[in-house]
């Protein structure tokens, strides 16, 4: 990518999910371990007849913003058309693709979490004011290529209000127009959303993949290093690179370690843990990052075994987010939050089971 590029990105695009030091999924024309879901995006697409819209799912890092941006290259380049590369890849010197790394192409809007003008912190919530933002570009002329392109990152963070303004559009949707949904938990999504959206799912990564891509991201580390960062990250590239950060790998393990011991928590341990993640920039988002997502996984392979009583930690992983993100959406003590989640994972362990 061009200097000029780097320097427009850094300038004008606020993004909450950049992880310093690597580059942004709308910088990356690298995707790695999604054949499937791309071969059937490439397909439709290079056939002229996409759905209005793509509902992207997987787990938190595991590359949905990176194929999002991908589909959204190419339609800006080509078209709904054949004339570009069966695996929708856009050469990097490409105008639109220079555009979409600069965050400046006319026919991409991406709408997400914010920075509050009041407040100076990053919002809760993609509110319906983003969302309303969507009529008057639609409005525009297309560009040269004929498409406009709408990113949701993530369509899990929009509130009520914003739900059903998008559910409007989707009703009515403009012509040579694509949305595409990132969700990590879809299932929190309006069914009147789902069904108007056709899924591409994407799984975590496998292991081989992601050592690949950690040696190519990471190639000052070690071998053994990039293996317990794949294993600690369940298949999420996103998480494996957040954890090979100071403080990522130990908040991953006490994340673990909080699980392994929810039947009878060391709230003395807890405490001490609360005041640890105080002290550490973004540690109490990154602890409930690595808690939330190592109770999915367990529950993921709870249910693959066909164990009772899947519904009672479901329950408890819903509770533990909305704890979560209360917390941190108001800047509250992390301790009692900690105290309050091994609370929630030794009454689940009580009457569910180890999990």
């Not at 780097?6 to 695009?13: D, K, P, S």
């Not at 739900?163 to 012509?175: C, V």
């Not at 693959?304 to 704890?323: F, I, M």
Request: net charge neutral; proline share 6%.
């Amino acid at each position: 990518m061009p200097p000029r590029a780097r320097v427009i990105a850094q300038e004008e695009v606020v993004e909450l999910d950049r992880l310093e030091g690597f580059p942004h999924p709308r910088e990356t024309a690298h995707l790695a371990g999604h054949d499937a879901a791309l071969g059937r995006a490439a397909r439709a697409i290079r056939a002229g007849h996409p759905p209005q819209a793509w509902l992207i799912t997987g787990p938190p890092g595991v590359g949905k913003a990176t194929l999002a941006y991908r589909i959204a290259r190419y339609l800006l380049a080509f078209g709904a058309t054949e004339r570009g590369p069966e695996d929708l890849a856009v050469p990097e010197r490409n105008g639109d693709a220079m555009q979409v790394a600069a965050g400046s192409h006319p026919g991409l809007l991406v709408l997400r979490r914010g920075i509050s003008e009041k407040t100076g912190k990053p919002m809760t919530v993609v509110s319906v004011d983003e969302v309303r933002r969507l009529g008057p570009f639609f409005g525009l002329t297309s560009g040269a290529g004929g498409w406009r392109v709408v990113i949701v990152d993530t369509a899990d963070d929009m509130n009520e209000n914003a739900a059903n303004a998008l559910l409007k559009l989707l009703e009515e949707p403009p012509s040579r127009a694509m949305l595409l949904l990132i969700s990590n938990m879809p299932g929190r999504l309006l069914p009147t959303i789902r069904s108007r959206c056709q899924r591409l799912d994407l799984r975590p990564l496998d292991m081989p993949v992601l050592e690949k891509e950690l040696a190519r991201l990471l190639p000052d580390s070690d071998a053994g290093e990039r293996a317990a960062l794949a294993r600690l990250s369940g298949g999420s590239l996103g998480l494996a690179l957040h954890l090979s950060e100071s403080d990522g790998v130990e908040l991953a393990r006490e994340a673990d370690r909080m699980i392994d011991q929810a039947g009878r928590p060391d709230l003395a341990a807890v405490m001490s843990l609360g005041e640890r993640i105080a002290r550490i920039t973004d540690g109490l988002d990154g602890f409930a990052s690595f808690l939330t997502q190592a109770l999915a996984d367990r529950i993921r392979a709870r249910a693959r075994a066909g164990q009772p009583h899947l519904d009672r930690w479901v329950e408890c992983l819903a509770r533990l987010n909305e704890s979560f993100e209360r917390t941190i959406g108001l800047n509250l003590e992390p301790r009692q939050t900690l105290l309050g989640a091994a609370a929630t994972l030794a009454r689940t362990s009580r009457s569910a089971g180890s999990v």
